[in-house]
């Protein structure tokens, strides 16, 4: 299973920015969908998640600024972010937990390689 991010970037604060991420790959359902991000010296941190079923969960910091949704055609989540502050600087990784065709059953707990938000004062 691989996981392709994009649409990280500089923006000013106040701004918006979509991230995607696209699963691929031996998958036979997404159980659950998500964004985290991680900060230079602090630890990685929820951003949100979104369930098969619709449930979501936000982090404290960005709720009702970020909202997360996904393509189930496409295997793709999103994170649309407004209002960014300079405190949303971060990497962001995306996350699934999938259900494999092969070894058909399986769960998989996989991390895409990251995107760089920037947000300026």
């Known amino acids: 299973v691989q996981l392709q991010a994009s649409g990280g970037g500089l923006v000013q604060a106040g701004g918006s920015l979509r991230l995607s991420c696209a699963a691929s790959?031996?998958?036979?359902?997404?159980?659950?969908m998500g964004w985290y991000r991680q900060a230079p010296g602090k630890q990685r941190e929820l951003v949100a998640v979104?369930?098969?079923?619709?449930?979501?969960n936000y982090g404290d910091s960005v709720k009702g600024r970020f909202t997360i949704s996904r393509d189930n055609a496409k295997n793709t989540v999103y994170l649309q972010m407004n209002s960014l502050k300079p405190e949303d600087t971060a990497v962001y990784l995306c996350?699934?937990?999938?259900?494999?065709?092969?070894?058909?059953?399986?769960?998989?707990?996989?991390w895409g390689q990251g995107t760089q938000v920037t947000v300026s004062s």
């Open positions: 996350n699934v937990l999938v259900t494999t065709t092969q070894p058909m059953g399986a769960l998989l707990d996989r």
């Open positions: 979104l369930s098969s079923g619709g449930s979501t």
């Open positions: 790959g031996s998958i036979f359902s997404i159980n659950t």
